[in-house]
């Protein structure tokens, strides 16, 4: 199978509190990757809209300028924050989602940035699928009111490990996007999200699970720490998901970091059990990772 994981290496998902002070949110996220980076961790994962407040009021507000690339201290501090951070640290450092600003669109997007080792920008992906839902009784939400969708599914190859795929959040309700990047070759599916109470009751854990097993694939979901006197109450439940579906490590509600091995035995021995790679039925349905895809990588 092409996605493949060439070396083991561990994973950090920091579950982060966040608050109104975009400043603040950038230390507080700084000190929980040093920490995260002390405890071995090669590949740091931060949560949807780490640097403010989740919410469509708040987007316009904290939103930064990230083109070209790359923008100015002034245009983007977190991009820099980042930037600087991952070369501290010599980490892959996954900027969960911040608030982007095209001034020649006219347009925000809900964007997130991957910084390898070196400080470079390996990747930029712009949340594909907008949480736009209605609920009765329980919640109604719109990005599409303030925000605009990216149209470009993201692979980034990490050395010496291998490629992994970027989405977003809603991102993850979309098994297409997830098939086509494993198919692709991505041995991780990674998803900073924040679910709210009613979805993240459903659904967080089924549809990281379900992404798991219909790939064979590690799958990590970020979350925010829940906050019930924020406008919009994260799910929290952090958690790495195995290729066969089974959660390694899952947070609770309150801030905290989850920390996972990932494998490439393990890779192995779940496709060598239930061997799905050479059981498709391709002359009865379409290999959906062969269609003409936009793609980042």
């Not at 992906?125 to 303030?146: A, M, Q």
């Amino acid at each position: 199978m092409a996605n493949v994981l060439k070396k083991p290496f561990k994973l950090a998902l920091i579950q982060l509190a966040t608050g109104p002070d975009k400043t603040a949110n950038l230390a507080h996220a700084r000190s929980r990757v040093l920490e995260a980076h002390k405890a071995g961790a090669n590949f740091i994962v931060l949560p949807e809209c780490f640097n403010s407040p989740y919410g469509t009021q708040y987007f316009p507000k904290y939103a930064e300028t990230l083109l070209p690339s790359p923008p100015t201290a002034e245009q983007s501090p977190t991009f820099h924050a980042l930037s600087a951070l991952a070369l501290e640290t010599s980490t892959y450092l996954l900027g969960g989602s911040i608030p982007e600003s095209v001034p020649s669109t006219n347009k925000y997007h809900n964007t997130s940035l991957l910084f390898s080792p070196d400080g470079n920008l390996l990747a930029t992906h712009r949340k594909v699928h907008l949480f736009d839902i209605d609920i009765p009784g329980k919640i109604t939400f719109k990005e599409s009111e303030v925000l605009s969708p990216g149209n470009k599914l993201t692979l980034v190859n990490i050395p010496p490990y291998g490629l992994v795929s970027l989405a977003i959040c809603y991102d993850i309700r979309f098994p297409e996007l997830a098939t086509v990047a494993a198919r692709r070759g991505a041995f991780l599916l990674l998803y900073p999200g924040a679910f709210n109470l009613t979805t993240g009751a459903l659904h967080w854990s089924l549809q990281a699970r379900a992404r798991a097993m219909d790939n064979q694939v590690y799958v990590a979901s970020c979350s925010p720490a829940r906050d019930m006197e924020a406008s919009y109450n994260a799910w929290g439940h952090s958690m790495v998901v195995d290729p066969n579906a089974e959660v390694l490590e899952e947070a609770g509600e309150e801030e905290n970091i989850v920390y996972a091995e990932l494998r490439p035995e393990r890779l192995e021995e779940v496709r060598k059990g239930i061997p799905l790679e050479g059981q498709r039925r391709f002359d009865i349905y379409p290999d959906v990772s062969r269609a003409d895809i936009k793609l980042d990588e």
